[in-house]
């Protein structure tokens, strides 16, 4: 039972450089998330989805894209990576909206960028 | 923006020691406030929670107490053991349903 998986674990950007953080859940989860998390800042929002098709942003989704063509696959997109977005990414699913429905999440892609 | 407050950042003590983590939130969505611990390398996993229509919630050692004029929770992590070291989050529901979380709080316990 695999859960959420996410890869890379670790990456090393230059600034300008683009890439995409693979996200997949093998629990048949209608909602996915990704977050990243900064010392001192807790875990914020960066964009959901409600299922395939449908995404909207989160609380800090500048620079960042999503897309969800299928219901295990939730990939985050940088197009160009900038200093401010290193960081830990983490990806979350649940099976529903609201209190009842815990998030699932990764192990997280340690992302730098110099 | 909806926040949730939390405190300390970080927190060291003895092992069989009562660490203490306090949240305030301002709104809720939901009326439901879980925990998530974190240990290094891993992702967050759901530890226990708690709805505002008790004041206290216990799982094993682990306990949520709930003050719901204050609009505070606190985290209290019974006789201490070094497994328990590990950063723990509060979180709330905004109103779209989608989780919040605090700023975390890394916990040491020592041997």
């Known amino acids: 039972n695999a859960g959420v998986t996410q890869t890379p674990k670790f990456r090393i950007l230059k600034i300008g450089q683009s890439m995409t953080l693979q996200c997949t859940q093998d629990m048949n989860h209608n909602y996915m998330y990704w977050y990243r998390q900064d010392p001192g800042m807790g875990l914020k929002l960066i964009y959901y989805?409600?299922?395939?098709?449908?995404?909207d942003k989160g609380e800090v989704p500048n620079g960042y894209n999503v897309s969800r063509s299928t219901t295990e696959d939730f990939p985050l997109r940088l197009e160009l990576a900038a200093p401010s977005q290193t960081s830990v990414y983490f990806c979350?699913?649940?099976?529903?909206?609201?209190?009842?429905?815990?998030?699932?999440f990764g192990s997280g892609t340690r992302l730098t960028v110099v | 923006q909806q926040q949730v407050k939390q405190s300390p950042q970080s927190l060291i003590v003895q092992k069989g020691g009562i660490p203490i983590i306090n949240c305030a939130y301002e709104n809720t969505a939901f009326d439901y406030f879980p925990w998530y611990q974190q240990f290094p390398g891993k992702g967050p996993a759901l530890l226990i929670a708690i709805r505002p229509d008790v004041s206290e919630k216990k799982e094993g050692r682990f306990t949520i107490s709930f003050n719901k004029s204050a609009k505070q929770f606190s985290l209290h992590i019974m006789d201490s053991q070094p497994g328990d070291s590990a950063t723990y989050f509060c979180?709330?529901?905004?109103?779209?349903?989608?989780?919040?979380f605090g700023q975390g709080t890394e916990l040491s316990v020592k041997p």
């Open positions: 989805s409600v299922g395939a098709g449908i995404t």
């Open positions: 979180a709330d529901y905004n109103q779209g349903g989608k989780l919040i």
């Open positions: 979350a699913s649940s099976s529903g909206q609201g209190r009842d429905y815990g998030y699932t």
